[in-house]
């Protein structure tokens, strides 16, 4: 192996990587290896290359499932990846561990960190056709990336059963804490004033997101006397079949007590704005960045019971869970946290302790560097 091993990412999209893998890129440069990335260019190319980072382009529909597309996009992969040589690819989120294993075992390398990010709407999905799905998913991606090179790398337990492994059969799995977050760039910060309780949910308005719950629990709370505020943040993804328009998206907004503002680079504002943090997930998620960024900012977390949410918050500790799909529960949730303005700030306060307990992005970087030296043979 040469002197200077090279990593090469494979990921759907830019901004993807930005937001979730470059700390961890950073550090492998940091710590001697190349780096490369395979994606679909947006508006981030320019500040990934400025890190260090080889980008190389994709091209393909995020969304499409056309056979003869997904065979171009494997081809495409396996040209970049014959001609890029890395000694370890590391494949990111459920469709390019599909695409990128095969093009990878086509280009012949064998190094590979398998790292899943969610299940998306194959662990939503119910009824036989689901079953098939996930069956004919688990054989296919563990003949993909059999051999000793392969190491798994999830972001909570639930979703090591997707592919039939188990760590007590010696299976290389790491389970890291999502992408983690830098606790020292998120400050804790106080309260708002005031006697609402205001409520923020951050994320891609998607139906697996819940954000319809959201605002129908919030609707109920409301109509129970409860003194609440919905604050939506987040975009549409127009590349997900599930995401909400925006005519819907202002239709909501328009109500009493819920808002919708769109993205918002300003977590920090956002939070220091805000009491309380809202996610009603379906499921689907690998471990939510918005629950980690709240909860570094010291925030209560109101949640489902899915994988992924609670990996990181504990009912009655970091916050309240709750059934999925569950607008009743929802609401009486957040009518016993709009009474309790002590019990959100302890379970804020809890909620960053648990996240400055292996959370970080320190701890997950440090943990996946670990992985590449172990495959790099130092």
């Known amino acids: 192996m040469p002197q200077q091993a090279k990593i090469c990412f494979v990921v759907t999209e830019d901004w993807f990587f930005v937001s979730h893998f470059l700390p961890i890129a950073g550090a492998a440069l940091a710590d001697g290896f190349a780096v490369s990335l395979v994606c679909n260019v947006g508006e981030h190319q320019g500040a990934i290359e400025a890190s260090g980072i080889r980008v190389l382009p994709l091209g ?15 081809n495409r992969l396996r040209a970049a990846l014959a001609a890029e040589q890395p000694d370890i690819v590391h494949l990111v989120a459920l469709k390019p561990i599909v695409l990128g294993g095969l093009a990878a075992r086509f280009a012949g390398i064998t190094r590979r960190v398998v790292a899943l990010t969610g299940t998306g709407f194959l662990g939503l999905a119910h009824g036989p056709a689901a079953r098939l799905a996930r ?12 051999g000793p090179g392969t190491r798994w790398l999830f972001e909570n337990r639930d979703d090591i059963a997707l592919f039939g492994l188990s760590e007590a059969a010696g299976d290389r799995i790491t389970v890291v804490g999502g992408a983690g977050i830098d606790e020292t760039e998120i400050a804790v910060c106080p309260l708002p004033p005031g006697a609402t309780l205001k ?17 129908a629990a919030v609707r109920l709370a409301r109509a129970r006397g409860a003194d609440v505020t919905l604050s939506l943040y987040g975009a549409p993804d127009p590349a997900n079949p599930r995401a909400f328009p925006v005519a819907q998206l202002r239709q909501w907004g328009a109500g009493d007590g819920i808002a919708w503002h769109g993205h ?11 009491h ?5 997930s379906r499921g689907g998620e690998g471990l939510p960045r918005s629950l980690l960024e709240a909860a570094a900012s010291g925030r209560a977390i109101l949640t489902t019971d899915v994988p992924g949410c609670r990996d990181l918050v504990r009912d009655g500790q970091e916050g309240r869970i709750v059934p999925p799909d569950d607008v009743p529960a929802l609401a009486d949730a957040l ?3 709009a009474r309790d303005r002590a019990e959100v700030t302890r379970m804020g306060q809890a909620a960053r302790a648990r996240l400055c307990a292996g959370f970080t992005q320190s701890a997950v970087t440090m943990t996946v560097v670990d992985l590449y030296r172990d495959l790099a043979g130092r």
Do not use: T, Y
């Not at 529909?61 to 996009?73: A, F, H, I, K, M």
């Not at 309380?276 to 009603?280: G, N």
């Open 264 to 274: 918002s680079d300003d977590i920090a504002g956002v939070w220091a704005a805000h």
């Open 135 to 146: 069956l004919l998913l688990r054989h296919g991606v563990r003949f993909i990336l059999a």
């Open 199 to 215: 409520v923020a949910l951050v994320a891609r308005m998607l139906w697996s997101k819940g954000i319809d719950l959201a605002v």
């Open 60 to 74: 393909g529909e995020r969304r499409s499932l056309n056979p003869l597309r997904l065979l171009g996009q494997v």
């Open 276 to 280: 309380l943090c809202l996610l009603p």
């Open 335 to 337: 009518c016993a946290l």
